[in-house]
């Protein structure tokens, strides 16, 4: 009988092996700080140093920006909730996260997308990259990441606002998620499922084509280039991005498009907490490492602040 609407929620999470509760919190402790160093570093970098005002690179600061915004939304309430033994968390809580770590997820692959794009004028069209490319259209582009982000996550979770939780309130998950939000509901879901899975599948198949068509024709022009060398360095400037876009489109399709049963559920959401945690700890370095320039940032960076204490 629906006799009331719970307003508090247990979050069941991973596992209840003790031993187990002690690593896994080690190791999203160590990742989630490599997460926020390796991004922030980015983001400074990017700020301080005058040969990183290119477009990718702001690109590049407001990706990081949106990798701190993701593991923040879900992984610190997680480990508090192993350390503490408190599984509870409170409606309006969990639709906060609810809704932050799905416009942040969804603003990131908009803008992989237009990373993506940027790719493919630097290459197939270097000599009006700077005009394609300017400041304006960046800023341009990083604000409709946003507004799409928005139109895409705001219908649902409005629909959502007025779901009853009164039979049950376990949400079988590390963080609120939508899929056990909506199991647990004692409302008529149907419509907000639909429009979850459509919001989620236009997310997906816009961006991702947006991706494939990038780097369709930044291959053809790559082949045509005369000189190995020359196809090299391309390769070499595309190959950061393509690693990112392949971890997040590769981690996506395994949780949403595989067929699903009881036995999947613990690994989609061992798989949904490695792309929170592991891909923004990853991404930083895979940027880094590969590239010349924030490496020679970097190291000017050092030698900068070792000079200035040792004054």
Known sequence: MRNRT????????????????????????????????????IITLTLA?????????ILLKNFSFLEISLTTACIPRFLYSMSSGDKSITYFACL??????????????????????????AICKPLHYMTIMNSRACRNF??????????????PVSLGLGLEF?????????????????????????????????????????????????????LKTILRFPSAKQRKKAFSTCSSHMIVVSIT?????????????????????GISLLVVSISPM???????LRNKQVKQAFNYSIKKIASLSKI
């Open 249 to 269: 489109y590769g981690s996506c399709i395994f949780i949403y498009i595989k067929p699903s049963s009881k036995g999947d559920v613990a690994i989609n959401k």
């Open 49 to 57: 140093d005058p040969h990183l005002k290119t477009p990718m690179y």
């Open 96 to 121: 906060t996260q609810l809704l932050s770590i799905d416009l942040f997820a969804v603003a990131e692959f908009f803008l992989l997308a237009i990373m993506s794009y940027d790719r493919y004028v």
């Open 6 to 41: 719970v307003t508090t929620f247990i979050l069941l999470g991973l596992t209840d092996d003790i031993r187990l509760k002690i690593l896994l919190f080690i190791f999203l402790l160590l990742s989630y700080m490599l997460s926020l160093s390796g991004n922030i570093t």
């Open 166 to 218: 009164c039979d049950s309130n376990l949400i079988d998950h590390f963080c609120c998620d939508a899929a056990p939000l909506l199991k647990i509901s004692c409302s008529d879901t149907q419509l907000l499922e639909q429009v979850v899975i459509v919001d989620a599948v236009l997310t997906f198949i816009i961006t991702f084509v947006c991706v494939i068509l990038s780097y369709v024709y930044i």
């Open 282 to 288: 990853l991404n930083p370095f895979i940027y880094a």
């Open 142 to 155: 990083i604000f409709f990441c946003w507004v799409a982000a928005l139109t895409i996550v705001l219908p």
